[in-house]
């Protein structure tokens, strides 16, 4: 009996990344290719380019990324435990918001890939772009655009899910019409990078995916297609015939469930895929981690690293002045938002440090002090914070309420930690059912507990390694197979149960909550 297996490829900022598993969802092989290490002639570092005249032009060659998908894809067709002829379907994801631009010459070379066989993709498909450097996530050259958005379209989170931001495929668009426009007017097509990958694969174009085109400032979250207005600001213009040839370009969304349609014969007889293989359309990675989880109404994710951030989705719109609000990857009647607090792991470990205490050592000193530090609060941004915004400073006030200079060692350790799970608790909706912690501090058992407590839910943790590219292996089995349940109950998340909330401590932080609010509104 042959076997199906399920492909999920992530193209991240540094690396490409293969994960095949098969029908009952067991993993069967992961590969990878960096980016930097492995092709030293495109003169990156850490996968991208920094321009040294403007520090805030960030790019990746797009020959790259072609470059890197034929040398993965090699890899694989070299392995003895599965064949590649067994996969029977493609999904994937690829890092937020950059964007690729092709020439026209792109339909003939796509169609004709399959006769190309013997060429490498970089080879095959040279001459296909209109932009060899392609700006990514990291980008922040875009002020002029960002502050165009927000002064013009004051309502733009309530149209598109967020406010301008740097990295925002708009904000770029709009930069290259007016300073590059030999090459916008050269441009036939524009894919965002995660809509890249399935256009080779399929051998022509594809639509641009709809939770990630929510990443582009451009499109109208609610009409499901670009919104004039926005188009209209990105190409300073009203007329008309100019914001339809964008609309060309950009091509109408799809959702992230989409077939595609079957794999290139030029896949078939280079790799030998099967001609059967379905391409199912490719998402944003963090939307694609979230579908590695089946994360859906009532869960929160709170992801504890450099920053942290909080993921929950709902069943109406709610855009938030800053947070970003996308579609649903698997549940296209669901919102997906996204907060990032600027201020976390860095944050905490300055407090440890300030303490002089190992983390081993911060569970003995938490001790010495109650639960919700009777009533005392202390916040710490080291940078200023952008949700809420609020200058960088610590912020402390004693049981009454004083504001002080200092808290004992103990007490200020306990503070860093609960102020932060009270703020992380604060923006999230009042339902939740569980709560799931990722990142390098949810290994921390006293944080693990603290959050429970927090939210008075149950809090899991969940593997991360490979997180994105499980999730597109996990949409494709879900598309092809095309179960009658829901993605929820069909794609289960590998998930351990680490702590459960202590009925006392739950009834103490829900009056702390009260009056870290109150706190941090003084602050503002
Ligand atoms: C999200 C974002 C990054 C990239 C990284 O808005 O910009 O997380 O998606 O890959």
Same mark, same amino acid.
């Given at each position: 009996?042959?076997?199906?297996?399920? *492909?999920?490829?992530?193209?991240?900022? $540094?690396?490409?990344?293969?994960?095949?598993?098969?029908?009952? $969802?067991?993993?069967?092989?992961? @590969?990878?290719?960096?980016?930097?290490?492995?092709?030293?002639?495109?003169?990156?570092?850490?996968?991208?380019?920094?321009?040294?005249?403007?520090?805030?032009?960030?790019?990746?060659?797009?020959?790259?990324?072609?470059?890197?998908?034929?040398?993965? *894809?090699?890899? *694989?067709?070299?392995?003895?435990?599965?064949?590649?002829?067994?996969?029977?379907?493609?999904?994937?994801?690829?890092? $937020?918001?950059?964007?690729?631009?092709?020439?026209?010459?792109?339909?003939?070379?796509?169609?004709?890939?399959?006769?190309?066989?013997?060429?490498?993709?970089?080879?095959?498909?040279?001459?296909?772009?209109?932009?060899?450097?392609?700006?990514?996530?990291?980008?922040?050259?875009?002020?002029?655009?960002?502050?165009?958005?927000?002064?013009?379209?004051?309502?733009?989170?309530?149209?598109?899910?967020?406010?301008?931001?740097?990295?925002?495929?708009?904000?770029?668009?709009?930069?290259?019409?007016?300073?590059?426009?030999?090459?916008?007017?050269?441009?036939?097509?524009?894919?965002? +990078?995660?809509?890249?990958?399935?256009?080779?694969?399929?051998?022509?174009?594809?639509?641009?995916?709809?939770?990630?085109?929510?990443?582009?400032?451009?499109?109208?979250?609610?009409?499901?297609?670009?919104?004039?207005?926005?188009?209209?600001?990105?190409?300073?213009?009203?007329?008309?015939?100019?914001?339809?040839?964008?609309?060309?370009? *950009?091509?109408?969304?799809?959702?992230?469930?989409?077939?595609?349609?079957?794999?290139?014969?030029?896949?078939?007889?280079?790799?030998?895929?099967?001609?059967?293989?379905?391409?199912?359309?490719?998402?944003?990675?963090?939307?694609?981690?979230?579908?590695?989880?089946?994360?859906?109404?009532?869960?929160?994710?709170?992801?504890?690293?450099?920053?942290?951030?909080?993921?929950?989705?709902?069943?109406?719109?709610?855009?938030?002045?800053?947070?970003?609000?996308?579609?649903?990857?698997?549940?296209?009647?669901?919102?997906?938002?996204?907060?990032?607090?600027?201020?976390?792991?860095?944050?905490?470990?300055?407090?440890?440090? &300030?303490?002089?205490?190992?983390?081993?050592?911060?569970?003995? @000193?938490?001790?010495?002090?109650?639960?919700?530090?009777?009533?005392?609060?202390?916040?710490?941004?080291?940078?200023?914070?952008?949700?809420?915004?609020?200058?960088?400073?610590?912020?402390?006030?004693? @049981?009454?309420?004083? &504001?002080?200079?200092?808290?004992?060692?103990?007490?200020?350790? &306990?503070?860093?930690?609960?102020?932060?799970?009270?703020?992380?608790?604060?923006?999230?909706?009042?339902?939740?059912?569980?709560?799931?912690?990722?990142?390098?501090?949810?290994?921390?058992?006293? +944080?693990?507990?603290?959050?429970?407590?927090?939210?008075?839910?149950?809090?899991?943790?969940?593997?991360?390694?490979?997180?994105?590219? $499980?999730?597109?292996?996990?949409?494709?089995?879900?598309?092809?197979?095309?179960?009658?349940?829901?993605?929820?109950?069909?794609?289960?998340?590998?998930?351990?149960?680490?702590?459960?909330?202590?009925?006392?401590?739950?009834?103490?932080?829900?009056?702390?909550?009260?009056?870290?609010?109150?706190?941090?509104?003084?602050?503002?």
């Amino acid at each position: 009996m042959p076997r199906s297996l399920f *492909l999920g490829l992530d193209l991240s900022t $540094q690396q490409l990344k293969a994960v095949i598993i098969d029908d009952s $969802q067991t993993l069967i092989h992961t @590969e990878s290719v960096n980016f930097s290490r492995e092709f030293t002639r495109f003169g990156t570092m850490d996968g991208v380019i920094r321009d040294l005249s403007f520090p805030s032009r960030i790019f990746t060659p797009v020959s790259l990324w072609l470059a890197s998908l034929d040398l993965l *894809l090699h890899r *694989l067709s070299l392995h003895s435990h599965f064949s590649l002829n067994e996969i029977v379907a493609i999904s994937g994801t690829a890092q $937020q918001h950059g964007t690729v631009y092709w020439n026209g010459k792109e339909k003939t070379n796509l169609e004709r890939l399959a006769e190309m066989s013997g060429m490498s993709l970089e080879e095959a498909l040279k001459g296909s772009f209109s932009k060899e450097e392609c700006p990514i996530w990291l980008d922040s050259s875009t002020t002029e655009f960002v502050d165009k958005f927000d002064s013009e379209i004051p309502n733009l989170n309530g149209i598109t899910g967020s406010r301008a931001y740097h990295r925002f495929s708009g904000m770029q668009i709009a930069k290259i019409f007016k300073y590059e426009r030999e090459i916008y007017d050269a441009t036939s097509r524009i894919s965002l +990078i995660s809509s890249l990958i399935p256009s080779i694969l399929t051998g022509t174009v594809s639509p641009i995916d709809l939770s990630d085109a929510c990443g582009m400032n451009l499109l109208d979250i609610q009409s499901l297609d670009w919104s004039p207005l926005c188009l209209s600001v990105a190409l300073d213009t009203q007329e008309e015939g100019l914001i339809s040839d964008l609309r060309c370009k *950009l091509g109408r969304p799809v959702p992230s469930s989409t077939n595609l349609g079957v794999i290139s014969g030029y896949f078939v007889s280079r790799f030998s895929f099967s001609p059967l293989c379905s391409i199912i359309s490719f998402t944003g990675d963090n939307l694609s981690s979230l579908a590695d989880l089946s994360l859906s109404e009532g869960d929160v994710l709170l992801s504890l690293g450099t920053s942290d951030t909080a993921i929950f989705c709902t069943s109406s719109f709610i855009p938030l002045k800053r947070g970003h609000v996308f579609i649903h990857p698997t549940n296209p009647h669901q919102f997906v938002t996204l907060i990032c607090y600027k201020n976390g792991s860095l944050t905490r470990e300055r407090i440890r440090e &300030r303490c002089r205490l190992s983390w081993d050592g911060v569970s003995d @000193e938490l001790k010495k002090t109650p639960i919700g530090n009777d009533g005392a609060i202390g916040i710490y941004f080291d940078m200023d914070e952008i949700e809420p915004r609020v200058r960088a400073g610590d912020y402390r006030w004693n @049981e009454e309420g004083e &504001r002080v200079e200092s808290f004992s060692p103990s007490r200020d350790m &306990r503070a860093v930690l609960e102020s932060q799970c009270l703020h992380l608790r604060s923006n999230c909706p009042r339902e939740i059912n569980r709560v799931i912690l990722t990142g390098g501090a949810s290994n921390n058992t006293d +944080i693990r507990q603290m959050m429970s407590d927090v939210f008075g839910k149950e809090v899991f943790t969940a593997p991360v390694a490979d997180s994105a590219a $499980q999730g597109g292996a996990k949409r494709a089995r879900y598309v092809y197979n095309s179960p009658d349940v829901p993605y929820s109950a069909y794609c289960t998340p590998n998930l351990t149960l680490v702590a459960r909330p202590i009925p006392e401590n739950v009834a103490t932080y829900s009056q702390l909550l009260t009056i870290y609010q109150k706190r941090e509104a003084s602050l503002l």
